[in-house]
């Protein structure tokens, strides 16, 4: 359970302003962004490797920046991807020109966010490139698939170890997919982990029973057994991931046993003495193996096993010195920070930042000042009151069902669906009113992107890109007639699906979302107002939302545990379906049948 | 919870070898003992200094061996003292003939147990010598009645480091003493640890409050709180660590946040932003501050703050350079054992010793056999036979009331009580029965040596020198009388209060002791045999030891809790009684009235 806290909603922004209070001499804050880079600052003429991900994995990812490791850290909420504005401004911030290498575990949220981010940096003429980890042989058949828990170390310190040593880009990226490719990992979980706040587990293992391949997020496994004894486990481990050797590996591999949270040292002892057993049995020569939490889920029950198969350069890289908050190997003479005393500035500003109001930390609100208010004519500035309205209606029925949401979507993903929507909708509001005489389209648009720096994850990105083209499309000159409105929600809704890869059936939001057009185009096309018309299709997208109860998810956090799944609908769709029927509400309250 | 073990009784040295199968670059094991050296081996002319006492605590004890921080750890059960056979073995190995320092938290068990090791290194020309740590401000108002818990850390980094810079062992314990002397810390626990096996936590906190003043083997909190937001936690323990701030300070400081299992690194990050800020503010220059796990109590909810007050001489060793297993802090070239491949052979002892039968593992029966068995009549073997009979009937009786012994034990102590007797029972009827030929007194002494070596704790080491001084009182010739077994019991009992520093209505197990023995030599000396008189004795024992409960403890761990205590009978004297009981009933069946 986790118990110290002060606002659960700043827990985030509290975790980074102590991190960057204690490990100043590691670390610094990436100015105005949530994010940290080393405190040494980028280096001209060096590829700069970024992490990142939700926060709630200490050490992974601020814990590992840091000479010989990664050289910055994008840094989200709890188990939920950083915004794709907070990835741009910290490649932006690292950029020592000679390129700037994303890795990451293989999450939709944060492909779609850092997917965002590498586009926008090399639009600036950055040569950003991307290698997501794929580690965890549970979670797909495919590797593409899989999704990425504490081979993450071993990618991160490859790609980093060779970053300081020179290596190009292409280089980096090149070694940073090879470890990967050679990186396997397979955990086993035995009790859920707490947000902040919370008093319930995010999920729970019966106590006679263990998870089979969990993730770090607190999806539960893949599969229910009964439980083991340490060697039982080890054997268990270790034969699964000796079936998936690379074929050309030589028997090296650098071995990670790594606890998840309240699993602890004295257990993975007991475990690993079995599992050094099986591993020299089968041959395997274990290079400096790391038995602790180097990739944590909060406070999970649970362990993982990493086999990182090392080839002559990947070895050298395995074995290289690294200096960071959270992991230090070998001799960093030359390249350690030394442990001298922060300096009394530094301790003043940490006294400052502490008294300091909560705008001034961590996640500064930079999207709504990034963006550029169009000129609008007054007809669409009035309009823009009544996007205003229908946002906060959008916030409050998100907030009166917070807790239905994230229950749904704890059941086959990390319950914070309902969190993550409401702080993006508490931005977009705030956005939205700040943007003061901006038309109806302006006004959306600095709410989509306010939504997506703030709202994290999948649902974050995907609503900041629909509501982002559909101001686009309404733009801030004319009141758009009803079947504008319908043309500006389809572009929203191809945004979406261009941006997830998702199409209808996957079990995602637009399971909802398109049923609503479809419905309010026909409304629309047989003469219905467009309240009216917003009404009856509001209804649609809820019974749609209702009825994904039946599908499987295709994609995302939820396909590993499609089978959960089943029998509980869409938490994305269901927000979705929500929000339609508060803005029906407000159409009929404002514009009744006129529009 | 832990949930990851085979055998529980063997977990202790499941973890060890896991351990030293994990990080065999870093260190070895010390040969035939329950410890652990550094890789390199001890360095003639160098002082090595030696920490230890119960598992539980990784990285502490064994995670923080290797070059700058401690050169070797004695490794005792969960939450147990290592024997003074073990402490011995390990100085004994680890002596590089400049002496030895011994550094331990300040527990009855270890201080018992240690001590006697050292006293017998020192008979054999050893300079060894003794520092405890006495950090907690929450266990006693007198420094020297304080337990040790995190501050062992700055402790024993500030002697590791003096040694390796060639101090002498004079220099060495005169900067740890003074390292101890301006350390302070307190703690807070919100739930507590289970051990191997167990399936309920050995102590619980209401989830809305929280135990003020944690100890690390488990012993609830000295005050309960309601519970605080992370930034009042910080003002409590910076405010009342403030308080002890030394009159000599000048305001650096070392400081560490220490998590104790499950209370995860991004709390402690949220904490820390207020207690660096609260720092900040009272002027403290805060030094290379650690925040993460360094002092652990299994999987137990809470955390504490350190402050380790620097002078130039301190600040200079708390930043020099160290590379152990668990921790790594600065430029160690030249000293860091690079993070090469274990060998081949590494692992396949790794590989053996898994396999290999329990005997072989961490804690040889050395005991037995470094006894020698003296001459002895026939008569004093045909006694023998008794005495072994009555360890049987020992041994029983605990092993039928195992659970009410930890029970009753863990409502001001940390319950282990029932187990270490189990375990020294076991073992000392083992030795017993193994010393074939000895007489009556040769039997008493090597199951007294093999229960003070086994049952770990003060517990083990009280009941070994007991029944040591009463087969040295017996002998091995003679079979005594009833006056002169009564001699015998009184010497025992002598040699526990000397050792252990109590006297009747501390609380401990002379209470049950003691009036047992009077009544004993009562009946005795009314004429009753030894068999019956010995059975009415027991009656008054048992009696004695319930009429524990009102008794506030002087001594030993529970004394911090002696309000919790008061109702609750002391453990040591309820064992004894029980163990009177049954001789009484074996006395019967083999004497009647005879003896």
């Given at each position: ?86 990835a ?57 698939q ?5 081979g ?12 300081d ?9 090149r ?152 992991f ?26 502490a ?38 209606a ?25 969190r ?35 709202g ?60 609503f ?26 019974t ?5 109860s ?37 159409l009929?309250?404002?514009c009744?049948?006129?529009?």
């Open positions: 359970m986790t118990r110290l806290f002060n606002d659960p909603a700043r827990f985030r922004d509290d975790m980074v302003d102590g991190f960057v209070a204690a490990y100043g001499r590691y670390v610094s804050r990436v100015p105005g962004a949530s994010g940290v880079l080393r405190a040494s600052g980028p280096v001209p003429g060096k590829v700069s490797v970024i992490v990142g991900g939700g926060s709630g994995h200490y050490p992974a990812f601020c814990g590992l920046v840091g000479p010989g490791f990664a050289d910055g850290a994008v840094i989200g909420d709890i188990f939920t991807s950083p915004s794709a504005e907070q741009y401004l910290v490649g932006k911030a690292l950029d020592g020109g000679a390129g700037v290498l994303f890795s990451y575990g293989n999450y939709n949220g944060d492909v779609m966010n850092f997917g965002l981010a590498e586009s926008r940096l090399r639009g600036e003429g950055i040569d950003c490139r991307t290698v997501v980890v794929t580690d965890d042989i549970a979670s797909a058949d495919t590797v593409e899989r999704r990425g828990i504490a993450d170390f071993c990618v991160f310190k490859a790609a980093g170890a060779a970053a040593r020179g290596a190009s880009i292409a280089e980096v990226e070694i940073a997919r090879k470890a990967n490719d050679r990186t396997r990992t397979l955990g086993a979980a035995f009790a859920g982990c707490t947000f902040p706040g919370k008093s319930e587990p995010l999920f729970t293992v019966d106590p006679a029973k263990m998870e089979l391949g969990l993730g770090i997020h607190g999806e539960p496994g893949v599969a229910t057994t009964e439980r083991l004894t340490a060697t039982e486990l080890a054997d268990l481990l270790v034969e699964r991931l000796l079936v998936e050797r690379p074929v050309d590996a030589d028997g090296r591999a650098g071995v990670i046993l790594n606890g998840l949270g309240s699993t602890k040292y004295e257990e993975l002892f007991v475990v690993w003495k079995a599992v050094s057993a099986r591993l020299a049995a089968a041959g395997i020569d274990v290079i400096s193996p790391e038995v602790g939490e180097l990739v944590t889920s909060l406070d999970m029950a649970g362990c993982s096993l990493t086999l990182h198969w090392l080839d002559d350069e990947l070895a050298e890289l395995w074995d290289a010195p690294a200096d960071t908050p959270a230090r190997r070998g001799d960093v003479s030359g390249m350690a920070p030394r442990g001298v005393a922060p300096s009394r500035e530094t301790q003043a500003t940490a006294a400052t930042s008294a300091a109001p909560p705008t001034s930390s961590a996640t500064p609100a930079v999207a709504a000042a990034s963006v550029p208010v169009a000129e609008a004519s007054v007809e669409s500035r009035e309009l823009a009151r009544t996007v205003r309205s229908c946002l906060a959008m916030l409050a029925t998100v907030t009166e069902h917070e807790g239905h949401l994230g229950d749904i979507d704890a059941v086959a993903g990390d319950g914070d669906h309902g993550g929507m409401l702080r993006g909708l508490r931005a977009a509001t705030q956005a939205a009113d700040d943007a003061d005489g901006a038309g109806a389209g302006g006004t959306l648009r600095v709410a989509g992107d306010a939504l997506a720096d703030n994290g994850g999948s649902s974050g990105v995907l609503w900041g890109a629909m509501l982002r083209a559909i101001g686009d499309t309404i733009g801030d000159t004319d009141v758009p007639d009803a079947a504008t409105v319908v043309a500006a929600l389809r572009k929203g809704a191809d945004t979406i699906a261009e941006l997830g890869g998702a199409k209808p059936g996957d079990k995602t939001l637009l399971d909802a979302l398109v049923p057009i479809d419905a309010l185009g026909d409304e629309v096309t047989t003469g219905a107002g467009l309240a009216a018309a917003w009404r009856r299709a509001a209804e649609v997208a809820m749609a939302a209702e009825n994904t039946q599908l499987r998810p295709n994609i995302g956090r939820a396909r590993p545990l499609a089978e959960k799944s089943i029998g509980t609908p869409d938490p994305g769709a269901v927000s979705l379906a929500l929000c339609a029927t508060a803005v029906g509400a407000v009929v309250e404002d009744g049948g006129e529009l």
